[in-house]
């Protein structure tokens, strides 16, 4: 399936050569996922039954994913000075990326575990993230951030599961089709924004190497030590460790340009990040397996 995801990826790439994906397509298309299909893909996830495993694997998710979020800003404080490296070493690309792997590798579960993965890495983004670039962001402004579409999804797709309310077929039948769009559109956009990259520009910062390395390899191998607990769920395991083996978030960049703080840097360290992951993501899978065989030794 990853293969797959590359290939469509890879179509993307070319149609932004092409220019049939300009800058305007491309806003569309982000605003497009973000917005609308990635959301209803969250909420016709709700047909999952919240029982006790269900809840219980949602629980670890939360606590492995906050320790993890916490093992990264460390690390970042006490390798990098500037924003934009903490930054990006902190975040993963889990919207664009992680999401839709995660649904095409484990389904609706996978997905709806990723979501809530999604809402903690709100929280993080617009206090901690935000802070490496402000002193002056202010509470209020950092939570009506937070409570974007696909935050709001997750908690509909809650309130579905707990209360045992059921969507309409016909209103299932639109959640689902539109949410489908999710990732083939991701990956078109993934494609088309490494279209306009200079490689031979990037590879000349320093900094992309090391950001790169722990974003992709250290932060990822962190993860596996939770599989060391046999009382984890492997499944809330297995999610955590998928999406902290995302390249640099996108949000890196967005900031960098909102605070004019080395935009460029940031660019370069995100599309770096996204193109050694094509490799990387091949063999994740792999890892995780011979990993969690020998936890079982």
């Known amino acids: 399936m990853v293969i ?3 290939i469509v990826m890879l179509i993307g790439l070319l149609l932004g050569k092409m220019k049939v994906l300009n800058s305007e397509s491309r806003s569309a298309i982000s605003y497009l996922i973000i917005n609308v ?4 893909l969250i909420v016709v996830s ?13 629980m670890w998710l939360t606590i492995m994913s906050v320790i993890t979020f916490f093992f990264s800003i460390l690390l970042a404080q006490l390798i990098f000075k500037k924003a934009v490296p903490r930054c990006a070493t902190v975040f993963s690309n889990a919207g664009y990326m992680g999401l839709p792997v995660l649904n095409s590798i484990l389904g609706a579960k996978g997905l709806f575990l990723g979501a809530i993965f999604q809402m903690i890495f709100h929280v993080f983004t617009w206090t901690y993230g935000i802070s490496l670039f402000t002193k002056s962001g202010k509470f209020k402004d950092s939570l009506k951030k937070m409570l974007n579409p696909c935050f709001i999804a997750v908690i509909i797709a809650v309130i579905f599961m707990l209360t045992g309310w059921e969507i309409p077929d016909t209103i299932r039948t639109v959640l689902k089709m539109m949410g489908e769009l999710t990732t ?17 520009e990037i590879i000349k910062v320093k900094e ?3 950001v790169t390395a722990l974003r992709l390899l250290v932060i990822p191998a962190f993860v596996l030590i939770f599989l060391l607990f046999p009382s984890i769920p492997r499944i809330s395991v297995y ?22 703080n080395d935009e460029k840097l940031a660019s ?4 770096f990040s996204t193109l050694v992951s094509i490799v990387t993501l091949y063999l994740i899978t792999d890892v995780f397996d011979v990993a969690a065989l020998l936890s079982l030794m």
Do not use: C, H, W
């Open 184 to 200: 083939p559109l991701s990956m078109l956009l993934i494609g088309a924004t490494l279209s306009q990259v200079n490689f031979k």
């Open 239 to 260: 999610v955590v460790f998928i999406i902290n083996a995302m390249p640099s978030a996108a949000i890196t960049g967005i900031l960098a340009m909102k605070y004019n």
């Open 4 to 6: 797959v995801l590359f």
């Open 208 to 210: 992309i190497y090391l």
């Open 46 to 58: 709700s047909n999952l039954v919240f029982d006790r495993q269900t809840t219980n694997e949602a």
């Open 37 to 40: 299909s990635m959301p209803m």
């Open 268 to 271: 370069s360290i995100v599309a």
